[in-house]
T-cell receptor, first 113, second 116 residues
């Protein structure tokens, strides 16, 4: 079954404690992205990746890092989380340089206290 | 900069009522247009898409959307909603290329609540 898998689904952490949210897709897609979803703001892109070792900033990259060492994996790293990063995070993948539909993971609800 | 405007942020309808959700995009070139749906507690799923050809696009679960290029619009419609259509709906489009990647822009979403 084609899917994008994120872990964990829920996470509560404290300010400043580094964390990683994993994302894996089994569709051999080149393009992967991270979004955060906040009430009234919709989906905002954090980072995207066009292929292995090729990543770039989206609209709201501050406070986040990513890596793409393998085609299937695209982890999101928060080196020093802050309360304003409390949000719902989605990973997505797509083929065809992003023109085709995006497949989304189940989401990670992060709370930073 | 490309942007998407969804006019209604929260819509409440009774079952069997007709639905139309507005979506306007801002971009001067060729676009690919999407509607995604997010059921409560779930991830976004594609409802329908328009790349080219017939501007009236039919999607899953009886939804359709019409691309009107002159109005930069891609409104979503359904003749008769059901309680199971309660969800949040996102309009999105791809426009400009940035380093070989076609940027996707999402609207802020419209929450639809269908009352039985």
């Amino acid at each position: 079954e084609a899917q994008v898998t994120q872990n964990p689904r829920y996470l509560i952490t404290v300010t400043g404690k580094k964390l990683t949210v994993t994302c894996s897709q089994n569709m051999n897609h080149e393009y992967m992205s991270w979004y955060r979803q906040d009430p009234g703001l919709g989906l905002r892109q954090i980072y995207y990746s066009m292929n292995v070792e090729v990543t770039d900033k989206g609209d709201v990259p501050e406070g986040y890092k990513v890596s793409r060492k393998e085609k299937r994996n695209f982890p999101l790293i928060l080196e020093s989380p802050s309360p304003n990063q409390t949000s719902l995070y989605f990973c997505a993948s797509s083929s065809d340089r992003g023109t085709s539909e995006a497949f989304f993971g189940q989401g990670t609800r992060l709370t930073v206290v | 900069a490309q942007s998407v405007s969804q006019h209604n942020h929260h819509v409440i309808l009774s079952e069997a009522a007709s639905l139309e959700l507005g979506c306007n995009y801002s971009y001067g070139g060729t676009v690919n247009l999407f509607w995604y749906v997010q059921y409560p507690g779930q991830h976004l799923q594609l409802l329908l898409k328009y790349f080219s050809g017939d501007p009236l696009v039919k999607g899953i679960k009886g939804f359709e959307a019409e691309f009107i290029k002159s109005k930069f619009s891609f409104n979503l419609r359904k003749p008769s909603v059901q309680w199971s259509d309660t969800a949040e709906y996102f309009c999105a489009f791809t426009g400009s290329y940035i380093g070989g990647y076609q940027k996707v822009t999402f609207g802020i979403g419209t929450k639809l609540q269908v009352i039985p």
